[in-house]
């Protein structure tokens, strides 16, 4: 804990509102209270969690040392801060930057608190906000104190609240816009921030804004709530209004959003948000948290009862001022530049200054002005070039910058006369990056390096992609070049895998009793037209060959691509059993005598776990049983994808079920063997009582998520499939069977299974 | 004044030649047998951000990192859990406890020389040390009795940085090798 934290609390008086003020004043007793043991572990868990004040990797007090699980020395006398959460344990701090947008110094303050509350280092999401590592809980309010003096939130920045509306780096800029989103991301940003009726959520809810359809900087497709900039002339006047999607999302099983509106008018923009988050809090499901999130309730009801509920919850809604007030003071434009336009001058040959034109650079709308990206490797800066990028802005800006999903920032309002001056002034501080937004501006969720959900090593795995491409990446082909790729250390998606062009996810198998670091690949998702498409996993690679399997991917897209096709249609086109094909040998893992460097994850030499390492069946011995059924299972649900990709979305969904039974019967046939998958109602029966009731399938975080796949595909043994519904299953089966490898190598190390 | 949360970074002779995976290893060793005091936590690896800290072991009470800021390695020891004792005690814990690893980290790597004339003393809180020139006047009797510690009143100069956005930091440079603490 800082020795200066009573001392920020008197010296910031008077910089903060007052509201905000009393609240962080608030959290600050609550702190105090749960020290006390005064207040529910499980209240202040969400309580703390609203306030953005997360958990972190090792926050139970346990780590493993790549041949145990080790207790770490902490003081075993206080009490925790949250269900199996230690007091002292570091937690990450989310800090919420609503559509990205940032000013001079709010960077110099986030510099200031990474430095002396964090590791000297910010890291930026794919949802534009700040995340702090390594954050003492006991810090949080003076961190939230400083952060509100230059007008910056954490409040709702996890938990079951709105989080950060997310919004369109570019708007106001771009040349392809209806208009600019600004002001109207601002208002439903501070319009719903703790409104009274946004408490009562299941679940998180996530807002984005987007001034066009065609590009993916606001995501609006894959968002529960999103917007899309749209005019239309209406009794001859020409009137703004958004495109609604609601019910998107990524996560473990990803939706893409239905159409909630074609034109909602602006004026009903915040009274319908505010009508929607009432339906949800009210109907949405509270009890399972794996189906709490809205796309659950948009699928339970359908699109159309969904949108009859909103409409009769807003026709009772009270008139708020606040809905339109804001309306009167919309300008056309909301930043204006400090520097005169200008025209591009000659770049004398400098190569690195002409690669970092042709890819960071992007025409804004209002002439002699460019946008530039700032591309930051892992999304990470230190405070010395969040203070050097402070001094950038202010030198050549109106101080407008902003940070994008895809983990970078974009200085706005740059005279083109500027632009030699901008990249020596970025390249001087390490800020020069090329590539954004192309295959080298790899995006990567924090994965096993703090998240405790993480199973692999994305961070590492990105890191390793981004080191081998940094020579090379611009002598590539520009198909090549223009791939996204992005990775996640687990199945939850916070790298976005599924929208990349190749995306990977992270996954555990057990090979002849040594467990190895994995990452599915997934091929077939859209980033473009806001994250238009999604991909499925074809394959799963061990970690150290999945830079080995880019290399196949891109190489093969390159001989075998029609001109000026697309990676996203190559896929289709060429089909994923082919795709599967050319990685397969891929997925072989050599024996563990002489091949350690497999069996540990990217920048982590510890050897790979999830738990403690059981030396079981050594090299040659017979394969059991267990993994010729789950081998099989995961056969099962590739054809499954093939299906779908062919069009018969009804055996699709059948293969995929039948892929679900047979990874349940491989679990069931560790313990018992007389099962036949001839009879799923056995599998299931044997499954659950097994493995269910006893508690050895429960996920340490999802707990019974991964089960309830399997009882409900039971459950609906029979049921007609459409495109959407099977591509579910398989998602869901893909699921169900990486829970399967994790129980397995469960009982196995802890010897339970029999 | 109140001199906490103290940091010491004891920069590399000449050029980094010690491979940082070989590093990692060490410090995930060190967290296995939680071989320093305090609690010893996790490795960060950021060695894809320039200039930054590079290397890194996270504790409770204290970061240790072989970090690059300024693009010069050092051995950073980071002070996070407030000390009691005075002022020159608490610059002298982090000294020593920088030093400690310092040598610790020698005795791996026969290539890897850390410097006995030259480190810089940091102040990781702006609320209880303003990058002022005040600041440097207060603390200014603490540092220079903790440096007639270590340096037999050998000549040492001393540079503030003096870019009020940054923190209380100062060079410490010496035409003499500092008294070595015993290792241990």
Not at chain 1, 129 to 145: A, G, K, S, W
Not at chain 1, 161 to 185: H, K, W
Not at chain 1, 290 to 313: H, M, N, P, T, Y
Not at chain 1, 348 to 354: T, Y
């Amino acid at each position: 804990m800082k020795a200066s934290n009573e001392l920020w609390k008197t010296r910031l008086t008077g910089q903060i509102t007052d509201g905000l003020a009393e609240e962080i004043d608030t959290f600050e007793m609550q702190i105090e209270l749960r020290r006390q043991d005064k207040m529910d572990e499980k209240v202040f868990a969400e309580t703390r969690l609203r306030r953005g004040a997360y958990g972190q990797r090792y926050d139970n007090g346990q780590r493993h040392d790549g041949s145990e699980s080790k207790t770490l020395p902490y003081d075993t006398t206080k009490h925790t801060k949250g269900p199996d959460t230690v007091w002292d344990a570091p937690g990450m701090l989310r800090i919420k930057i609503p559509y990205g947008g940032m000013n001079p110094e709010q960077l110099e303050v986030l510099a200031e608190l990474a430095e002396e509350y964090s590791d000297d280092i910010a890291h930026i999401t794919t949802r534009q906000d700040f995340q702090l590592h390594y954050v003492h809980i006991e810090n949080t309010p003076t961190i939230m104190r400083r952060l509100a003096a230059v007008g910056i939130t954490t409040r709702e920045a996890c938990g079951n609240s709105i989080r950060n509306v997310c919004g369109c780096p570019f708007a106001g800029v771009c040349q392809d816009e209806a208009f600019d989103v600004t002001p109207y991301a601002d208002a439903f940003t501070y319009f719903m921030l703790g409104h009274p009726d946004a408490q009562n959520f299941g679940r998180k809810f996530k807002p984005s804004f987007s001034g066009c359809h065609q590009h993916s900087c606001g995501l609006a497709a894959m968002h529960d709530m999103g917007m899309t900039a749209v005019v239309r002339e209406v009794d001859g006047e020409r009137k703004r209004g958004f495109r609604v999607v609601v019910g998107g999302g990524l996560g473990a099983v990803p939706r893409q959003a239905k159409l909630f509106d074609e034109f909602l008018p602006v004026e009903e923009l915040l009274p319908i948000a505010q009508a929607m988050s009432k339906v949800f809090g009210k109907h949405g499901e509270k009890k399972m948290r794996s189906r709490a999130r809205l796309k659950f309730l948009v699928d339970k009801w359908g699109i159309d009862k969904f949108k009859e509920e909103v409409l009769a919850e807003r026709a009772n809604l009270t008139p708020d001022p606040r809905w339109t007030e804001y309306l009167e003071h919309i300008e056309e434009e909301t930043e204006k530049p400090s520097r005169p336009p200008g025209d591009l001058p000659a770049l004398n040959g400098n190569e690195r200054m002409n690669h970092w034109v042709k890819t960071n650079l992007r025409e804004q709308r209002q002439e002699g002005y460019v946008a530039a990206t700032v591309a930051l490797p892992l999304g990470d800066l230190t405070s010395d070039q969040l203070r050097s990028l402070a001094d950038i802005v202010r030198q050549f800006t109106n101080g407008t910058i902003r940070t994008t999903v895809e983990q970078n920032f974009v200085i706005r309002w740059v005279s083109k006369a500027d632009v030699p001056a901008l990249f020596n002034a970025l390249d001087a501080v390490g800020l020069s990056e090329p590539g954004a937004s192309n295959i080298l501006d790899i995006v990567a969720c924090p994965g096993t390096d703090t998240c405790k959900l993480g199973i692999s090593s994305s961070r590492g795995l990105a890191a390793e992609i981004r080191s081998r491409l940094a020579e090379t990446s611009f002598k590539l082909d520009q198909a090549v070049q223009d791939l996204h790729i992005k990775v996640s250390g687990c199945f939850n998606s916070c790298g976005q895998h599924h929208v990349a062009d190749i995306g990977f996810f992270g996954a555990n198998r057990t090979v002849k009793g040594f467990k190895v670091p994995h990452f599915q690949v997934v091929l077939g998702g859209q980033w473009e037209e806001n994250a238009g498409s999604y991909g499925l996993p074809i394959v799963a690679i061990p970690s150290k060959k999945v830079p080995n399997a880019l290399d196949r991917i891109t190489s093969f897209y390159l001989t075998q691509k029609q001109p000026n096709e697309r990676f996203v249609k190559f896929v289709k086109r060429i089909g994923k059993t082919k795709m599967r094909e050319i990685l397969e040998d891929l997925a072989e893992v050599p024996d563990y005598e002489g091949n350690e460097d497999f069996y540990a994850d990217w920048g982590d030499p510890r050897q790979y776990s999830i738990g403690d390492i059981g030396k079981g069946e050594c090299a040659g011995e017979v394969v059991s049983q267990y993994e010729f059924e789950t081998a099989a299972a995961e056969r099962i649900v590739f054809g499954a994808q093939v299906s779908l990709e062919e069009g018969d979305a009804q055996k699709a969904g059948e293969d995929a079920y039948r892929a679900m039974i047979k990874a349940a019967k491989a679990l069931v046939l560790v313990q018992y063997d007389d099962v036949t998958e001839e009879d799923p109602d056995e599998v299931v029966d044997e499954f659950k009582e097994r493995y269910v009731d006893t508690e050895l399938f429960l996920d340490p975080f999802a707990g019974s998520k991964f089960a309830d796949y399997l009882f409900d595909a039971h459950q609906q043994v029979g049921r007609t499939f459409d495109a959407d519904s099977a591509h579910h299953l398989i998602e869901e089966t893909q699921l169900f069977i990486e829970a399967v490898h994790s129980c397995y190598n469960r009982v196995r190390t802890q010897g339970l299974n029999r | 004044m109140d001199l906490q949360h103290v940091n010491i970074k004891i920069f590399v002779e000449g050029e980094l030649t010690v491979d940082l995976d070989d590093v990692i290893k060490v410090f995930h060793e060190l967290i296995s047998q939680q071989a320093l005091p305090g609690v010893l936590l996790d490795v960060g690896d950021y060695r894809h951000v320039p200039a930054g800290p590079s290397v890194l072991m996270v504790g409770h009470e204290a970061d240790y990192c072989l970090d690059n800021g300024g693009h010069r390695y050092g051995l950073l020891y980071r002070r996070k859990a407030p000390l009691a004792g005075s002022n020159e005690d608490r610059l002298r814990q982090a000294f020593d406890a920088a030093f400690h690893l310092c040598q610790l980290l020698e005795s791996k790597f026969p290539t890897l020389k850390f410097s006995r004339r030259e480190f810089q003393i940091i102040i990781n809180d702006r609320g209880l040390a303003p990058n002022t020139p005040e600041t440097l006047e207060a603390a200014k009797p603490a540092i220079e009795s903790f440096l007639n510690g270590i340096f037999d009143n050998t000549q040492v100069s001393l540079e503030p940085d003096t870019d009020p956005r940054r923190r209380f930091a100062v060079a410490v440079k010496s035409a003499t090798d500092f008294a070595l603490p015993a290792a241990s």
